[in-house]
């Protein structure tokens, strides 16, 4: 099993940024990546970013992509999400997940592993 815990939540105000962390422990030699996503109240949960557990490569979500940056330090076990530039629009709880699997990275349904979330609240 994997275990991942967020942090770094908080009010801000618009234009402001945050640093998100995402702590894994457990059977973290299994894991193939890691992503953040995010989940408004009433809305589908929506893909932020992805990275992969070896390596350099990433990937963005649409709206975010100028926004925000995901970075990994992998003798801590720790993936970052560093948000920038952050509007109303963006307060969501936040969701760091890891996949074992080969899949789709922009999917939820491909990450068999969840943290308990942290909120962000912009206000305007």
């Not at 815990?5 to 299994?30: M, P």
């Not at 990546?33 to 109240?41: D, L, N, S, V």
């Not at 789709?104 to 979330?117: F, L, N, P």
Request: proline share 2%; with cysteine.
């Amino acid at each position: 099993q994997v275990r991942l815990v967020e942090s770094g939540g908080g009010l801000v105000q618009a234009g402001d940024s945050l640093r998100l962390s995402c702590k894994a422990s457990g059977r973290t030699r299994s894991v193939i990546g890691t992503a953040w996503f995010r989940q408004a109240p009433g809305e589908e949960r929506e893909f932020l970013a992805y990275i992969v557990w070896s390596g350099q490569n990433s990937q963005y979500g649409n709206s975010v992509r100028d926004r925000f940056t995901i970075t990994r330090d992998n003798t801590k076990n720790t993936v970052d999400l560093q948000l920038n530039d952050l509007k109303p629009e963006d307060t969501a709880v936040y969701y760091c997940a890891a996949k074992m699997y080969y899949g789709d990275s922009d999917r939820a349904e491909s990450y068999t592993h969840w943290g308990q979330g942290t909120q962000v609240t912009v206000s305007s």
